[in-house]
């Protein structure tokens, strides 16, 4: 294949990175076969391409204003491909000296950042096994059980209870954009589509690494994490899917090495975004931080797409980017007993866990699915691969199958996703599993049920009935003049579910218009979101009586004051109540996680007090 934008260099780079710990075959037939890796310190020392930069333009940047200014910087910028006029990212390689031309281009107020051009990869211990044989546990009775031949050895599936979930959501009309190595979806040159995507629907992505139409996949990883996502499912072959029923829009970012470059990521990233993705998904980490993609990120999501990503496979407390990004859903894995797999990275950044495979609990411990055998494209095999980007899809289909359910954008996804997520330990997050491992059929009731939204306002009006009982007759007020005040319903409304509204009226708003609708859509303990960015964990200072506290003074001197911040106030009480019971947050400055619910009980009786002391009628001696 050709490698139209690969310098030499960057070729040996990645041959390097993906030969550096590549395992010898597995036995066992000839499904058995070497697969790509990467080691994790040789992509700690390579992790930046010799020579190469890349910069992201304002947007509107014309190629001849860039041209202009090529001279004085001592570079040829070119765009990254036929995105960048309307993304304008361009690259330069063999710059000779690239901190000192950097901090040139840097100085350009058009140019948005700059820094020199990184390599991402397929992770490492992802090898394929083979001469599988399905696991001891049984297949489950209960709900939709597909026809295809191998699905009982896809345990995973049965793990996250897949077959209850799908009588509720398939997926049906949500994109999923796969950004990997290509898919397997077509009959193209030597290319051949693989028998178990026939019937799945495709929407037209790209190929970022050779710069054209045809996202083929010439590696094996992209179609493997796409057939997790949406294999043909319950077509009497082979296996099964988790959101069968969703559409894919394959997206070449990884060359037949495994390897691919920041600014083809950032780019697909924002094609997605722009051409009707709802998930993205990368299977792929490494390269360190890199502005061009966190801002990639950060605008997908923005746009309401929810990105999900591969914690890695080096197995330290470090999750790789772009997993580690704040606006990322960051996926760990476990094998078949639910415990994270040795190869599996963790720490801070990580949001949820789930299965990923474990080959020292045998060959069956793989995640089965159907690609392609990387030395003849044009040859199907099913093969079991194990790492993060296995764990990732399955995050990523759970995703589409809430969007599929109404689910309204990324914050809404995430919350169903996290309040459904089995917890390990009681812990309502962990360095290791994060909120826990993923649980599709408890994540749509979650969303059903509104668990993540809605209790909150049934805990503050509970609250609010327990605070005028316990005052005496001729210091409480009128039940009724108290509920239909609009003083102190909207304050308790907007701490406890938000203008719920707000995206269904104002979604496509964008600009400040959008980031206002962005905060009002959520329950104002929330808004810590939009002002400190989406974090992994919450801020303590809104997760607490603080804001109800400091405007409480307020009311010492503007006594028309009281009933709103009596509203506000319990309507603080009513979400961190809520959120104590429900074991949910994970708060960050705290010591021990143990401490998070503590916090919260005792800050939702400190808004309790001020509640009651701001809605008392003032008596006649």
Not at 244 to 267: R, Y
Not at 274 to 296: C, F, P, Q
Not at 344 to 354: H, Q
Not at 447 to 466: D, F, M, T, V, Y
Request: hydrophobic share 45%; proline share 6%; net charge negative.
């Amino acid at each position: 294949m050709p490698m139209k934008r690969w310098t030499l260099a960057s070729a040996v780079l990645a041959l390097v990175m993906a030969a550096a710990c590549a395992s010898p075959p597995e036995s066992g037939g000839e499904k058995a076969r070497e697969a790509p890796t990467v080691d994790s310190s040789r992509r700690e020392l390579a992790e930046e391409e010799p020579g190469g930069i890349v910069v992201d333009f304002k947007d509107g940047t014309s190629k001849a204003e860039f041209d202009a200014w090529e001279s004085e910087w001592g570079v040829n910028l070119e765009f990254n491909s036929v995105e960048g006029e309307r993304t304008g990212v361009t690259i330069a390689r063999g710059v000779g000296s690239v901190d000192e031309v950097l901090a040139h281009i840097r100085q350009n107020p058009a140019v948005e950042s700059a820094e020199p051009l990184k390599v991402y990869s397929v992770p490492p211990a992802e090898a394929a096994v083979s001469g599988l044989e399905a696991p001891l546990d049984e297949l489950g009775k209960d709900g939709y059980t597909p026809n295809d031949p191998d699905y009982p050895k896809q345990w995973n599936l049965r793990m996250i209870h897949m077959p209850s979930a799908w009588q509720q959501s398939r997926g049906k009309g949500v994109v999923v954009a796969v950004l990997d190595t290509g898919v397997a979806y077509e009959d193209y040159d030597d290319f051949k589509q693989v028998p178990d995507l026939k019937g799945v629907k495709f929407k037209t992505g790209y190929d970022f690494v050779n710069d054209d139409a045809h996202a083929n996949d010439d590696h094996g990883h992209g179609t493997h994490v796409a057939g997790t996502i949406a294999q043909a499912t319950n077509n009497g072959q082979g296996v099964a899917g988790v959101a069968f029923e969703a559409t894919l829009m394959p997206v070449k970012v990884l060359n037949h090495f495994g390897a691919g470059t920041s600014a083809d990521i950032a780019e697909a990233i924002r094609f997605a975004a722009d051409n009707g993705a709802d998930v993205i998904n990368m299977s792929l980490g490494g390269g360190g931080y890199s502005k061009v993609m966190a801002d990639a990120v950060e605008y997908a999501r923005k746009k309401g797409v929810t990105v999900v990503a591969a914690a890695g496979n080096a197995g330290r407390s470090r999750v790789e980017f772009p997993a580690a990004y704040p606006g990322s859903v960051a996926v760990a894995a476990v094998g078949p007993n639910g415990t994270r797999a040795p190869y599996s990275s963790y720490g801070k950044e990580l949001d949820i866990a789930a299965p990923g495979g474990d080959k020292r609990q045998g060959d069956a411990g793989g995640i089965l699915q159907n690609t392609i055998d990387p030395r003849d494209v044009s040859r199907s095999v099913y093969a079991a691969y194990q790492g993060t980007s296995m764990a990732t899809p399955h995050v990523a289909a759970v995703a589409a199958l809430l969007y599929a359910e109404g689910a309204s954008g990324p914050d809404e996804v995430e919350k169903a996703l996290y309040a459904g997520a089995k917890r390990v330990g009681g812990q309502a997050w962990t360095e290791e599993y994060g909120h826990g491992l993923l649980d599709a059929e408890a994540s749509l009731k979650a969303l059903g049920s509104g668990a993540s939204r809605w209790p909150s306002l049934w805990w503050a009006l509970a609250l609010l009935a327990l605070v005028l009982l316990t005052m005496r007759g001729r210091e409480r007020p009128g039940y009724f003049n108290i509920l239909f005040r609009p003083s102190f319903l909207v304050p308790l409304v907007l701490a406890t579910v938000g203008v719920f509204f707000a995206r269904s009226w104002f979604g496509g708003a964008s600009g400040v218009a959008g980031d206002v609708v962005d905060a009002a859509y959520l329950p104002i303990p929330d808004w810590q979101r939009i002002i400190f960015g989406r974090g992994k964990l919450a801020n303590p200072l809104f997760y607490s009586s603080l804001i109800p506290l400091l405007l409480s003074f307020l009311a010492i001197k503007y006594r028309g004051l009281r009933p709103a911040i009596g509203g506000l106030s319990l309507g603080f009480a009513g979400f961190l109540a809520y959120a104590a019971w429900s074991n949910a947050p994970a708060l960050a400055w705290m010591p021990f996680s143990f401490l998070a619910v503590p916090w919260l009980v005792i800050n939702t009786f400190i808004c309790l007090f001020i509640a009651r002391a701001l809605l008392r009628k003032e008596s006649a001696v």
